[in-house]
T-cell receptor
Framework: SAVISQKPSRDICQRGTSLTIQCQVD?????MFWYRQQPGQSLTLIAT?????????ESGFVIDKFPISRPNLTFSTLTVSNMSPEDSSIYLC???????????FGPGTRLTVL | GENVEQHPSTLSVQEGDSAVIKCTYS??????FPWYKQELGKGPQLIID?????GEKKDQRIAVTLNKTAKHFSLHITETQPEDSAVYFC???????????FGRGTSLIVHP
C-alpha cells in the first residue's frame, strides 16, 4: 500500500483567507482523490485529481472554491479559498490501491476557520 | 447512485464483548465492500474487505458477512479490546469505479 503524507496536519485560519493543503505519495499513482469530512460526518468526495488534466469535481464543489493542482504523479495540492466557518473540516487525500477498489488515505488536515 | 446506510451511529461495549455494525446498500451493481477504521487524529485505514463472490471473510478477531440478496453486509468484532475504540466506516463500490460510497460511520467505544 502507498504511504501518504499531508501538510499541514492542522491549522486555524481566519475567515476570508485561503489555505493550501499538500499531499505527497511515496510512489507514482495515476489518480488522487480529495475528500472532506465534516465534524461527525462521513467522507464526501470533493474531486479527482489526474496528472496532466483538469481535476474532476463532484456535485456541490467548484474549482473557484477548491482549486487543485497535480504537477506530477506523486504530489497534489488542494486550496480552500475564501474560507468561512462552514469550511471547518478534516480534508483527506487518498489513492486507489493496485487491487480492486481499495482506497488508501493520508492522515488528514484538520482545518478550523474562525 | 449508490446509497449506503450504516447502523448504529454509536456502539458502546465492555471489553471482551462482541460488536456488530450493519450496513445496507442500494445499487445491485456494487460488488466491493470495504471497512475502514479511523482512530482519533488519523485518516481512515482499510481493515477488511469483501467481494460479491464471497459470503464471509475472517481475519483474526474481525469478520465481514455479505448478503447480496438482501443488500446488506456486516462487520463483526469479537473479544473487543480498548484499542478497537474508533470510528468505523463501511463503503460500497462497483467494479468500474475507484470511488466508494461511504456510510455515515459508527463510533465504537470499548470500555475496559
Amino acid at each position: 500500500s502507498a504511504v501518504i503524507s499531508q501538510k499541514p496536519s492542522r491549522d486555524i485560519c481566519q475567515r476570508g483567507t485561503s489555505l493550501t493543503i499538500q499531499c505527497q505519495v511515496d510512489s507514482q499513482v495515476t489518480m488522487m482523490f480529495w475528500y472532506r469530512q465534516q465534524p461527525g460526518q462521513s467522507l464526501t468526495l470533493i474531486a479527482t485529481a489526474n496528472q496532466g488534466s483538469e481535476a474532476t469535481y463532484e456535485s456541490g464543489f467548484v474549482i473557484d472554491k477548491f482549486p487543485i493542482s497535480r504537477p506530477n504523479l506523486t504530489f497534489s495540492t488542494l486550496t480552500v479559498s475564501n474560507m468561512s466557518p462552514e469550511d471547518s473540516s478534516i480534508y483527506l487525500c487518498s489513492t486507489p490501491g493496485q487491487l480492486y477498489n481499495e482506497q488508501f488515505f493520508g492522515p488528514g488536515t484538520r482545518l478550523t476557520v474562525l | 447512485g449508490e446509497n449506503v446506510e450504516q447502523h448504529p451511529s454509536t456502539l458502546s461495549v465492555q471489553e471482551g464483548d462482541s460488536a456488530v455494525i450493519k450496513c445496507t446498500y442500494s445499487d445491485s451493481a456494487s460488488n466491493y465492500f470495504p471497512w475502514y477504521k479511523q482512530e482519533l487524529g488519523k485518516g481512515p485505514q482499510l481493515i477488511i474487505d469483501i467481494r460479491s463472490n464471497v459470503g464471509e471473510k475472517k481475519d483474526q478477531r474481525i469478520a465481514v458477512t455479505l448478503n447480496k440478496t438482501a443488500k446488506h453486509f456486516s462487520l463483526h468484532i469479537t473479544e473487543t479490546q480498548p484499542e478497537d475504540s474508533a470510528v468505523y466506516f463501511c463503503a460500497a463500490s462497483s467494479g468500474g469505479s475507484y470511488i466508494p460510497t461511504f456510510g455515515r460511520g459508527t463510533s465504537l467505544i470499548v470500555h475496559p
